[in-house]
């Protein structure tokens, strides 16, 4: 009965669910306060106060006919010119109201983006490591992902294998900065320099290549470091925000898409994102939180927090001899798996520690783990770190 295309994407989500599973079944074992789960990016910090206050005055002081009603497909005008408006204050941008599309979060942004680009058979392009959902999200659409082996010094997009990537059947070269799983930040010169092979390719080919720039880490970056703003390197990009981990909303899923006009086509790209939107069956962003993340567009989770549990963690997992990158951004510290990753997830779980397999983000050798938990946590889980290292590199 079932189309193989699922069958497929179900097989291979049982992995991801066990895994899941499993962290509810040590939890009962052994109680939720032993069990360190570093496995999933969940925010473990609230929502700031100022989301509640806005749910509340949007309830009371909006129409409600406004608030719950169908609007157009791109989402209310007034909020879609609140984003491009905080948009170009911060990053000298020259949006309007008909640059937004208002999202279902990140992944749906993601998914009307490639349901708008791609023809069966298109290639997409994604860095090694990356969040593994690409693979289905591109398969949904009949594209095939491309897959650039990762580059293991520091992570960045390797820009040479780049260019032996790109075929006359790419359509789009996705980039997430900050990154998940490995924490890095892309440099203006990074950014420059895929901007520049891609240039290049576009002509050679004579076709259009579009970069979607995935960012729904965006706001989380510490030490002041900077992260450009894609579309100002590159006028073919299509921009996928997300309130999920910046307002810790993942649940209410809201987000935006940013189509420039810029962009090959925009005119008759921008409807069509609207008709994705619609034929995905999102019909249009949740009413009520737009109208709140219009409210809240100054507004920030903890990122100090975020911060704190970075430094904790990554010194914490140094001291017992692990190497790990000391991440710019998002929440998440990859490390390197002193076995093979299958086996030190295994190993680690008899710790009760949760971690994720870098053969998930296709760069075996490596885990990740989320520190969107609490600061108990890990300050909890370091002496379960020490006896795992402990069991990896022998006594010392
Ligand atoms: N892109 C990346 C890189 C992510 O890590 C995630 C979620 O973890 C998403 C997209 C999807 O985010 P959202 O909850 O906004 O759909």
Redesign the pocket.
Known sequence: MISEKMLALARKNSAIRAMFEEGAGLAALYGRENVFDFSL?NPNFPAPKAVRRAILDVLDGEDSLLVHGYMSNAGYADVRGAVAASLNERFGTAFGADNIIMS???????NVVLKTLLNPGDEVIAFAP??V??GNYVAGCDGRLVVVPPNTEDFLPDTRRLEEAVTPATKAVIL?SP??PTGVVYAAETIARIAEVLEAKQRAYGTNICIIS?E??RELAYDGVVVPYVTKFYPNTIV?Y????SLSL?GE???YIVVPSAVHEYEIVYEAACIATRVLGFVNAPSLMQRVAARCLGERADVGAYDRNRKRLYEGLRACGFSCVFPQG?FYLWMKSPVPDAEFVEAAKRHNILVVPGASFGCPGYVRLAYCVSPDTIERSLPAFEKLAAECFGPR
């Open positions: 990016g279902v979060g990140a992944a749906g942004g993601l990356y969040f959902e690409y997430n990154n998940n995935d729904p880490y996928c997300s309130w999920s981990k993942p899923r809201i987000g998002a």
